[in-house]
């Protein structure tokens, strides 16, 4: 049995082949906007931009989520203007598609040239000094879905990619860890910003509901530090294709770990007496709240990105 996705993956570089200017391809970075987070194109790169949607590249999966509308933009980065990609919303495997399907576009950026991919993500914050609005760069994750064989790389080995059984101990690589943490310090946040940069380990859940307390805990348990619904896949990809990552979590919510009420207590207040509604409704997620997040950090993760971009092309 073959793995279709290289010849795949052809048809789709042939098709953007045809559609953009021969100065905007071959990029070298990609980059994967997050929820809320697809502000970053116009800070990144300046026009002249070519936009394609996914709905025409063939074999591209089709975003169906508010607020993750789906195109692919080429242009020249704004220093030295070399040409770099960007993912505007990307698909999840929650809308309905397969593992491979999702991570189907860091195969054809694999194919134009992408060597370094940035990644940007929203999750959940599992740890009780993380507040929503800080960052967190990622030095591993526990991908739970994965490690139950719902896996980007089941099936024939596409071998042009990559090896049977890729490593993924480095997967998280160190170099661009480092310069971000670096580069975060020379930002000017103003006085009254408290958002920090931390670096932890993300779980992949595969969605679409929210996490219960329950699960929150026993991820906190198995040592995650934030949780979401994407990213894993993509790095398990791009990894496997040989490509450097660095991954940015915006936590854009706080995820619950406490047990909240009982039934079986009789008192009305709970145990640090609060009201037993409010209780109840705090901490509860929602994708309104993740995309408000994400809009009032999107100038300090756009800067962060755009100063490593600057970096990485400058070395
Ligand atoms: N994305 C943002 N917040 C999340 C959460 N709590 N769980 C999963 N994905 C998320």
């Given amino acids: 049995m073959d793995n279709v996705l290289p010849q795949q993956a052809e048809q789709a570089l042939q098709y953007l082949h045809a559609r953009i200017p021969l100065e905007l391809l071959s990029p070298v970075v990609g980059i994967i906007c997050g929820s809320g987070l697809g502000g970053l194109a116009e800070s990144v790169l300046p026009e002249p931009r070519a ?25 020249l980065f704004e220093c030295n203007r070399a040409p770099v990609v960007l993912m505007v919303g990307r698909v999840h495997y929650y809308e309905g598609h397969s593992m491979q399907s999702v991570t189907f576009p860091i195969r054809v950026m694999k194919r134009l040239g992408v060597g370094t991919l940035l990644i940007t993500n929203a999750a959940g914050g599992l740890r009780s000094e993380y507040s929503v609005g800080d960052l967190v760069i990622l030095n591993d994750h526990i991908n739970l879905a994965g490690l139950a064989g719902l896996h980007p790389l089941r099936g024939p080995n596409a071998e042009s990619y990559g090896t049977r059984f890729p490593a993924l101990s480095d997967a998280y690589d ?5 310069r971000a943490h670096q580069l975060w310090k020379s930002i ?5 910003s408290t958002r920090r940069l931390h670096e932890g380990i993300y779980a992949f859940v595969g969605g679409p509901s929210y996490e219960t307390r329950a699960e929150c805990r026993m991820l906190r348990g ?5 949780v979401g619904m994407s990213t894993v896949p993509e790095i398990i990809v791009a990894r496997h294709c040989n490509m ?21 207590e009789t008192s009305i207040q709970d145990s640090r007496g609060q009201d037993l509604k409010r209780a109840i409704e705090k901490g509860k997620a929602n994708h309104e709240e993740v995309l408000e997040a994400g809009q009032k950090a999107a ?16 070395t």
């Fill in 51 to 75: 936009e394609i949607p996914y709905t025409n590249i063939p074999h591209f999966p089709q975003s169906t989520v508010q607020g993750h509308a789906g195109k692919l933009l080429f242009g």
């Fill in 174 to 178: 160190l170099d661009l860890r480092r």
């Fill in 188 to 192: 000017d946040r103003g006085p009254v």
């Fill in 222 to 226: 198995l040592g995650a530090d934030v």
């Fill in 244 to 264: 450097r990552v660095l991954a940015l979590s915006l936590v854009t919510n706080n995820a619950v770990l406490d047990p909240g009420p009982r039934g079986d």
């Fill in 299 to 314: 100038a300090d993760v756009q800067h962060l990105v755009s100063l490593l971009v600057r970096d990485i092309l400058n």
